[in-house]
């Protein structure tokens, strides 16, 4: 399975972007398996930003509730991050992922390691 992000890019503060992961090579990874987008600061920890069940249940990380929306289109097998109000501290680089499977939404959000399959990430910078 091999991910690709894009969409990352230099915005200021209040501004949106919308990031988007393309999977090849399993024509059905979005509907078999539970997607996720994270993110991750030089020096911390990778932190789980969203994920979206393969019944399309989604779960947020507290810090991202009522300005991020993920969302799947499972005929182009595409993920996509919608985010919007931006702020300096969601400067990161930002990776989309598969599996968590047999997890608790919540689980998979603090367990990215559980996650088997990632992109290479693409870059956010929000100044202010």
């Known amino acids: 399975v091999h991910l690709e992000e894009s969409g990352g890019g230099s915005v200021q503060e209040g501004r949106s972007l919308r990031l988007s992961c393309v999977a090849s090579?399993?024509?059905?990874?979005?509907?078999?398996?539970?997607m996720g987008w994270f993110r991750q600061v030089p020096g911390k920890e990778r932190e789980g930003v969203a994920v979206?069940?393969?019944?399309?249940?989604?779960t947020y990380t507290d810090s991202v509730k009522g300005r991020f929306t993920i969302s799947k289109d499972v005929a182009k097998n595409a993920l996509y991050l919608q985010m919007n109000s931006l702020k300096p501290e969601d400067t990161a680089l930002y990776f989309c992922?598969?599996?968590?499977?047999?997890?608790?939404?919540?689980?998979?959000?603090?367990?990215?390691?559980?996650?088997?399959?990632w992109g290479r990430g693409t870059q956010v910078t929000v100044s202010s």
């Open positions: 090579k399993y024509s059905h990874i979005y509907s078999d398996y539970r």
């Open positions: 979206i069940d393969s019944d399309g249940t989604t």
């Open positions: 992922a598969a599996g968590g499977l047999g997890l608790t939404a919540a689980q998979a959000l603090a367990e990215p390691e559980l996650f088997g399959y």
